[in-house]
Every structure is written in C-alpha cells, then in structure tokens.
C-alpha cells in the first residue's frame, strides 16, 4: 500500500467514526427531548404530589371524617389530558392512585387500615371528597 491510499484508508475511517457519534448524540438528544418534554406536562409531578399528600391526610385523620381538598390544578390537567373526574384520584386496599394522564399513573399507600372512598365534589367541580368511613 502507498502513502496515499494509507491517508484515504484513515479518512474513511475517521469518517465512519465521526458519522457514528453525530449519529449517537442526535438519538441521546431527541431522549433527552422527549423525557423533558413529558416532564414540562407536569403530570407526573402532580400525580405524586397529590398521591403522597392525600396519604398524609387519610393518616392523620379520625375515623368517620370527610375531607375537601382543591384539586383544581389537577382537574384542569386531567381534562386537557382527557382523563375523567371520577377516575382522578381512587382509593382501594389502602392504595391511593391519582392519574392525571391516560397512560400514566401515581399509586401511594397509607398506613392506617379505615375504609376511604373519594370522589369529586359536585360544587365547585375542582374539589376531591376523600371520606373516611371508619376502621375496617
């Protein structure tokens, strides 16, 4: 091999190895993109939010007791998201699940053993009722 072919060998290969890594970094880059882009939504955050403090309430709560809570962030999330009211925030065996987006959800447990409904309030239509039946 000569001098020359020697140098377009290594300029292939050199080339080859640049493609590879623009190639790479613009794939890390639209992840990059899409896992921002879902958090910018907030959904998540406020699945979360929501969930644990719903938690903490059920918790420290009597039994027989009927809480409000103003969800009304969550709600309008939830109806541009196309989930409906009533399947916001539902409780069954001691799990708490709030789900602001159709594919997604949150789920939180708590610890007391009461049976606990929730459903949304009829006025104004941005509140949660979480209702504490009593122990099980």
């Given amino acids: 091999m000569n001098q020359k072919e020697k140098r377009l060998n290594k300029r292939g290969i050199i080339l080859m190895e640049n493609v590879i890594f623009i190639v790479l970094n613009i794939l890390f880059i639209s992840i990059l993109a899409l896992f921002i882009y879902k958090q ?7 699945e979360q939010s929501y969930a644990k ?10 039994p027989v007791s009927e809480l409000r809570l103003n969800m ?4 309008d999330l939830a109806e541009k998201n196309g989930v409906d ?6 409780i069954e065996n001691n ?12 789920q939180y447990s708590f610890f ?3 049976d606990a409904t929730a459903y949304p309030d009829i006025f104004p239509n941005k509140n949660y009722i979480i209702k504490i039946n009593g122990y099980k």
């Fill in 40 to 46: 910018g939504n907030g959904a998540i955050v406020l």
């Fill in 85 to 90: 009211r009533e399947q916001v925030v539902k």
């Fill in 112 to 114: 007391n053993d009461v």
């Fill in 72 to 75: 009304e962030d969550a709600m």
């Fill in 53 to 62: 403090n719903i938690a903490l309430l059920i918790d420290s709560a009597k």
């Fill in 95 to 106: 799990i708490i699940t709030v789900k602001l987006n159709k594919d997604s959800g949150y």
